[in-house]
């Protein structure tokens, strides 16, 4: 099988974009297209402003958000992803496993890259792990690439 498109899924953490220059290389050595997602969570309620009365997670933070997440993706696009003919970029609104395995979907990658946080044991049970639930729904091959411990 012919890896044709490749799907990296960004946090903008560290460990995402070296998740990133392992799809890059890969895109380039395989001749393969390069779509780069990065997913907002939705904002739940997070309570009521005292003075105010009206909730602190408003639309204005997650337009900002949304804006921000824009912003560094074109900045990306310009340096790291120059050098990927036809790379692309988007920002989608959702539960980031849910987003990454639709982004990924039948015949729209034939590879979705993606980094872990490496937890394990209690954290791991209590915080999830998206890159657990991509590897487990994803209509494709997922290369996970871990923390890289000093």
């Known amino acids: 099988m012919k890896i044709k498109k490749i799907l990296v899924a960004i946090d903008f953490s560290k460990l995402s974009y070296e998740a990133l220059d392992y799809g890059i290389a890969l895109a380039q050595d ?9 997913v907002v969570e939705p904002m739940e309620f997070t309570g ?3 003075l105010g009365g009206t909730p ?15 912003r560094e993706l074109e900045r990306l696009q310009g340096r790291k992803l120059a050098s990927v003919s036809g790379a692309t970029t988007a920002v989608r609104m959702g539960r980031p496993a849910e987003e990454i395995v639709a982004a990924g979907g039948k015949g729209k990658s034939n590879l979705i890259v993606l980094g872990t946080h490496g937890r394990s044991g209690l954290s791991h049970l209590l915080m999830g792990s998206v890159s657990e639930r991509v590897v487990r729904h994803a209509l494709c091959p997922v290369l996970v690439v871990p923390t890289r411990r000093s």
């Open 30 to 38: 395989m001749g393969a297209r390069l779509s780069v997602l990065y």
């Open 48 to 50: 009521i402003d005292v």
């Open 56 to 70: 602190i997670a408003t639309q204005s933070i997650v337009d900002e958000h949304l804006k921000q997440a824009r």
